[in-house]
């Protein structure tokens, strides 16, 4: 699958956005995440949705803030931000897995597929 992120840009602390990541396939089919990276960091966690399901994981510094989503009928996984922080100033990624659910954890390894980065700056 292939995927393609975008919505990012600047924004003021407070603010929300709204990423979207197009798939090739069927977005239905994958467990979907969402990472980020800030620069000198690694790429961490944000949330993720289960194949097949509405049942979502968020970290713990975006809870209550951001929402997975999913569009089945346009094959997209959506992640609105709300609330905005500059610490959410990052690349963020949207990555599929192929694995079982019990093995896709909170790592990036658990993602077989990647988007490339769509970069969100919060300014405060």
């Known amino acids: 699958v292939q995927l393609q992120a975008s919505g990012g840009g600047p924004v003021q602390a407070g603010d929300s956005l709204r990423l979207s990541c197009a798939a090739s396939?069927?977005?239905?089919?994958?467990?979907m995440g969402w990472f980020r990276q800030a620069p000198g960091k690694e790429r961490e966690f944000v949330a993720r949705l289960r194949r097949g399901s509405s049942t979502a994981d968020y970290a713990d510094s975006v809870k209550g803030r951001f929402t997975i989503s999913r569009d089945n009928a346009k094959n997209t996984v959506n992640l609105q931000m709300n609330s905005l922080k500059p610490e959410d100033t990052a690349v963020y990624y949207c990555?599929?897995?192929?694995?079982?659910?019990?093995?896709?954890?909170?790592?990036?390894?658990?993602?077989?597929?990647w988007g490339q980065g769509t970069l969100v700056t919060v300014s405060s």
């Open positions: 990555a599929a897995s192929t694995l079982v659910y019990s093995a896709v954890g909170y790592s990036p390894l658990g993602y077989n597929y």
């Open positions: 396939g069927r977005t239905f089919n994958y467990h």
